[in-house]
């Protein structure tokens, strides 16, 4: 048997030793489980009232004037030895070392806490504060009782979770055993809460929009299909929340925002998540340059609330949030950040570049500002790390923006591009029904070509344009990529609470 067979034969068995310590642990907290039952204790008791948290007794603490407290949390580690031990025990907001003693509880309560009380187990607490010796703020324990028994073992040792399927499955273990999971989540919560402050503090109304839509729309995407029985219909769930949003513009709610989320049927990766976090906001009376400055001051007050500062690590990189965000276009962002020159990317050269680069397009009739943009995904995307807004996009990839009034064939839209990935995405809206509809029957010409992404035609939304859409700019901006740069995440995994994972 060579070396790699005895390893993989080596960790299997490993493996299957685990398993079997952990059942037969489960077995045994099973039992004293039942065992307390039979003793007249219930091992999920009803709620027993508390008065602080963990950290507040140590901000409470002052040397010498003991106080007493009601507190719970999740035991992490139990040291008994003898009449006496420690515990330290865990809540929601940090840690708490616990102090048992025989002489102080009782003899009975004393045993039962060593006979039935597992790492794992919340338990309720009632006692005074004191400092140890070693220094450490303290709970002499007068009172305790059992809230909940914790059937499995936790992550041995604390040192949190090192299988990333585990992690990603059972994400409630990794809150459990990692303070950085935890910190990453109410990061979340914050970068959230914030943006909603931002916006309304610029008189923006939030709103709930459909997650199955009748038709799909207001993004270039593969749509999730699901059937309402008793409407006998299919619906989409819904890849993005735009037109919607805009039908509640020309309804008069001029300012209008939702952060919820979109499903888009497509690959998973460490940037794509099929069901992510999106926020949309539409303002009439304004356009797509003010936007951009906006969205840029916006971002820059977010890195400064949650990093602290304006220069934030990413990966390898060092994000600079204090420079204006560089604005340019997809041409000459592959002239800057690859080897290309003005000649390989001009209209007689690009298709040859395309093959170069081994580029296939989805629509064989593609324009030449189409063919650029894909060059440019393809070849100078990635490079883009400071925060950059690209612009001058081509209409034929832009259904739903208005026209560049100067130049027709661009639209009037940005994206913008931070560590190489997409975070945001605005323009103009186009608010002419005419040239709306026919942009519509591009867009179904192109998905009967076999463009999946193509959009479909939308009468009803047609018509709501027809009742007068004013001059509006929208925008969207990715939460879950977002919230990966601001807390120097390379894993949209790690940022999504439930990933989508493949079956087991």
């Given at each position: 048997m060579d070396s790699s067979k005895k390893q993989e034969k080596l960790l299997g068995n490993n493996l299957n030793v685990a398993r079997e310590t952990a059942h037969t642990e489960y077995e045994n907290r099973v039992e004293k489980a039942r065992d307390l039952e039979k003793m007249g204790d219930n091992p999920w008791a009803a709620m027993t009232a508390i008065d602080t948290t963990c950290r507040q007794v140590i901000d409470d603490f002052v040397e010498g004037a003991e106080k007493k407290y009601t507190l719970a949390g999740r035991i992490l580690t139990k040291r008994m030895q003898g009449k006496a031990g420690f515990v330290t025990i865990q809540d929601r907001t940090g840690k708490m070392q616990l102090y048992l003693r025989e002489d102080v509880i009782g003899a009975e309560s004393f045993k039962k806490f060593i006979d039935f009380i597992d790492n794992g187990d919340i338990i309720w607490c009632a006692g005074d504060s004191f400092r140890t010796k070693s220094g450490e703020i303290t709970i002499r324990v007068t009172a305790w009782s059992l809230l909940t028994k914790c059937l499995h073992p936790l992550p041995e040792k604390f040192h949190g979770i090192t299988d990333i399927e585990t992690k990603y499955r059972q994400r409630y273990l990794d809150l459990m055993t990692s303070p950085e999971t935890r910190e990453r989540f109410v990061k979340r919560s914050s970068i959230i809460r914030s943006i909603r402050s931002y916006l309304d503090a610029h008189d923006f109304c939030e709103v709930e929009t459909p997650m199955l839509h009748p038709i799909p729309g207001g993004a270039a995407a593969r749509p999730f299909i699901t059937h309402h029985n008793a409407l006998d219909t299919d619906f989409y769930l819904r890849i993005a929340p735009e037109l919607y949003l805009k039908r509640l513009v020309v309804g008069g709610i001029e300012r209008v925002y939702e952060i919820n989320r979109n499903f888009r049927n497509e690959g998973v990766s460490t940037r794509h998540n099929p069901e992510f976090t999106m926020i949309e906001f539409y303002m009439a009376h304004q356009e797509y340059h003010?936007?951009?400055?906006?969205?840029?001051?916006?971002?820059?007050?977010?890195a400064h609330q949650v990093c602290g500062s304006l220069q934030v690590p990413y990966g390898d990189y060092?994000?600079?949030?204090?420079?204006?965000?560089?604005?340019?276009?997809?041409?000459?962002?592959?002239?800057?950040?690859?080897?290309?020159?003005?000649?390989d990317i001009d209209e007689q050269a690009i298709d040859a570049t395309l093959v170069a680069h081994g580029i296939k397009l989805a629509n064989p009739q593609a324009r030449y500002g189409q063919k650029i943009f894909a060059l440019f995904e393809e070849v100078a995307e990635s490079k883009l790390i400071n925060p950059t807004y690209i612009i001058d996009f081509p209409i034929e990839t832009s259904p739903l923006a208005k026209r560049d009034p100067a130049r027709p064939h661009l639209a009037a839209r940005f994206e913008l591009f931070i560590a190489g990935m997409e975070i945001s995405n605005g323009f103009n809206e186009l608010n002419d029904p005419f040239d709306q509809a026919e942009r519509f029957k591009e867009q179904v010409k192109a998905h009967e070509a076999g463009d999946a992404e193509a959009m479909h035609y939308d009468a009803d939304y047609i018509t709501a344009l027809e009742y007068g859409l004013p001059p509006t700019v929208g925008c969207g901006i990715g939460i879950d990529r977002l919230v990966m740069l601001l807390t120097n995440t390379t894993s949209i995994k790690?940022?999504?609470l439930f990933p989508a994972l493949k079956r087991k």
């Open positions: 003010f936007v951009m400055s906006f969205v840029e001051q916006m971002i820059r007050d977010l060092v994000l600079d949030f204090a420079k204006p965000f560089e604005r340019l276009s997809a041409h000459d962002a592959l002239i800057r950040y690859s080897t290309l020159t003005a000649t790690e940022v999504i």
